[in-house]
């Protein structure tokens, strides 16, 4: 007897553990599994997709006036969900499904996201958490586009910031000539300047042949005087002569 129960509990202990090994525990974020946050996120968009653009732009607004009216940062958060789903939505097409699922924790941060097929463009739900408290602090929507788009926006912007570089090089090329021309008016009016400031010299009048020969006249006349009379020339002046011819 005793032998049977041995075997009996022997079996029962081979099977628990054959059923332990056989089971896998899924990986906790807080308190919720990976599972969970996939289902509320597909919850949600389901919720969204019930809704007209209409309804979208009236929560959109609702939610922006209470988030400028009050401190709760929920409905600054609800207002980004409906904001950026109304603007990647019109461009996905109809609805088709869910695809895949993918969280991740980095640091403080965990990050969920979900992608939802359309027949035009895919798009992503994105979940970012508080690893601490697993609370939300960011919600995005985002379309999904192809390596070739990804890589002819990107060609574009390069060429676009290009352009930008040599338009504003070519205004600085021609600024840096144009200094050129006022450099020129600026001697222009410093040369101006310097010739109006020069002293004005009075034009000397040339003294004729006939002053001349009075001057030396006068000369010999005041020295005869002087020597016949015993005077300086210093007392005397002749102001006039008379010639006689």
């Avoid at 202990?13 to 525990?25: D, N, P, Y």
């Amino acid at each position: 007897m005793k032998k049977r129960v041995l075997l009996v509990l022997c079996a029962l202990v081979c099977l628990l553990s054959f059923a332990a090994c056989g089971t896998t525990t899924e990986e906790m974020y807080g308190n919720y599994t990976g599972t969970q946050i996939e289902s509320a996120m597909e919850s949600q968009v389901n919720s969204l997709e019930g809704l007209s653009s209409e309804e979208l732009q009236q929560y959109l607004a609702a939610y922006k006036s209470q988030a400028e009216s009050s401190d709760d940062e929920n409905y600054a958060l609800y207002a980004s969900i409906y904001e950026s789903w109304s603007e990647c939505r019109p461009e996905a097409g109809d609805f088709v499904g869910f695809s895949d699922f993918d969280i991740s924790k980095s640091g403080k941060t965990v990050t969920a996201t979900l992608n939802i097929d359309y027949s035009k463009r895919d798009m992503q739900l994105v979940y970012v958490f508080n690893a601490n408290d697993m609370k939300i602090t960011a919600v995005n929507t985002q379309l999904v586009y192809s390596l070739g788009e990804t890589m002819g926006k990107a060609g574009l912007n390069t060429i676009m910031g290009i352009s930008i570089v040599f338009v504003i090089l070519l205004i600085l090329s021609l600024l840096i000539y144009c200094f050129r021309f006022v450099s020129k008016v600026e001697t222009r009016v410093v040369k101006n300047k310097r010739e109006e400031m020069k002293p004005q010299v009075k034009a000397v009048e040339p003294v004729s042949e006939d002053e001349m020969d009075d001057t030396e006249l006068i000369a010999v006349i005041a020295a005869a005087i002087a020597a016949s009379t015993g005077a300086s020339t210093d007392d005397f002046v002749v102001r006039s002569i008379k010639r006689r011819y």
